[in-house]
């Protein structure tokens, strides 16, 4: 079985393959960072196109599966729902139009609480901490605080966020997101593999505040189940697709480039992560069993 989705800009298709695949000679197209890849007819499968399969990202995807949060299911499954929320950080401290989105989010769960239903999760589609990467303060003047997510009295209390990058966390700011090995020393190493993302777990960044561990971010790309409610998350990085905006633009790239090694070397990690993204989601569809699947990350239609 092939799955073929129209996607935006340049890239004109992408094929995720689930069984194995018949090989001929045919023409190529281009599947989001990985070299051209040759398609076939067969009768067999979906729009009469086969992938020869590619080659695994180097990339590793490292995190722990299931729901290490645990999320609480509350009655029958339609009694649960999940925010979709993306944008929505403020450099420096709170806009007027992050507040009122705050309140209106806020207004909205006390409403679905009192009819009796319960808020799993928000899910974060990237663009979290402007305008160049997370700093350390941000995570309680850019969430904490307008959100009310460490607050007792607020709906958002302990709600867990499910995040996923978008170009503006990455940066400047947090200069060592994209290319983790150039670091003297990592935030931390995990199997051999470097990270210096600042929005990463603990696990990945023991710098991160004590009071933020809701914010889930385990890896670039990784997956969460609630099987009580029959849904699974799955997020992936895609900003290999937007290099030269990463940091919004040269002004919040330039010094981090040049810390890494130049846009060549980001260029490449970026393309492996993506790699990575793209092998989860074929494993995904071969293990994952959920009645609803979430697919979360930044770029509409590049998933």
Known sequence: LAQAMLAQ????????ILDPVCTCALPSCIMGPRESVALAACSTLM???ALVQPPKSPY????????????QVVGSRSSNYFIILGDWGEAGSP????????EMMNDYIRGQKASGKNLLFVASVGDNFYWSGITPGAWET????????????SPLFNVPWLAVLGNHDYGNSDAYAFCPSAQGVPLASVAGQSYGHGQFNADKNPERPANTRHYWMPDYNYHYEIPEASLEVIAIDTNYLDIHNLGGDARGNAVAFNMCGGIDSVRSFM?????AGQDLLRERARLGTAKTVLIIQHYPGAC
Do not use: K
């Open 142 to 153: 850019s969430w904490a605080e307008p959100y009310g997510t460490n607050h007792p009295d």
């Open 60 to 71: 590793t995807n490292n995190y722990e599966g299931g729901n290490p949060l645990g999320i």
């Open 271 to 275: 393309s492996d992560v993506a790699m």
């Open 47 to 49: 729009f009469g196109c």
């Open 9 to 16: 800009g340049s890239w004109s298709v992408e094929v995720a």
């Open 95 to 102: 806009g007027v139009c992050q507040r009122a989105v705050a």
